[in-house]
């Protein structure tokens, strides 16, 4: 079946810092894969999205770029906020039903 | 637009009991989902429907009921509350099935099972 494995947090870094976050995937198909944030007492919102391979997506200064050839999908941001203290979810869905399969979760907390 | 809404926001319930989670969305999506939180595994599908009066199983469906009696309304049951469905319930909705497709959450429902 489908899996997704992301680094354990907690992150912690100091603002301004680059923050990575790694994300693989399993998967049988070709997966539309996602970043979704969870900000503190919130639901989630997406976060980003690729949907085929070599793919770029970018918001509010992050990024992630869909790699086939490592099944990768890592998160980066070069200057990270305070604002951006949060959980960071990696995600994968294929076809017939858009179901999503998550990763654990990373928990991110920028210092000032 | 409210987007999807969910009550209660938090209940505590004793093992045995029943009740019933309500998911609604303004947004005419065709598709809605439940997925509970548990630390360290990120979210897990419960149940998902396609469409009014459709309903199927997800990851994982034991000891939920779920209904789609309205587009708009997703509900989410528990029959006879376990500790161990003791989590963070979220409500989904999209647009359609196709993959990549956002996904848009309720704000979440916290259950406490003693």
Known sequence: ?112 | NAGVTQTPKFRVLKTGQSMTLLCAQDMNHEYMYWYRQDPGMGLRLIHYSVGEGTTAKGEVPDGYNVSRLKKQNFLLGLESAAPSQTSVYFCASSVGGRAGETQYFGPGTRLLVL
């Open chain 1, 1 to 112: 079946g489908n899996s997704v494995t992301q680094m354990e947090g907690p992150v912690t870094l100091s603002e301004e810092a680059f923050l990575t976050i790694n994300c693989t995937y399993t998967a049988t198909g070709y997966p539309s894969l996602f970043w979704y944030v969870q900000y503190p007492g919130e639901g989630l919102q997406l976060l980003l999205k690729a949907t085929k391979a070599d793919d770029k997506g970018s918001n509010k200064g992050f990024e992630a770029t869909y790699r086939k050839e490592t099944t990768s999908f890592h998160l980066e941001k070069g200057s990270v906020q305070v604002s951006d203290s949060a959980v960071y979810f990696c995600a994968l869905s294929e076809a017939a039903g858009n179901k999503l399969t998550f990763g654990g979760g990373t928990r991110v907390l920028v210092k000032p």
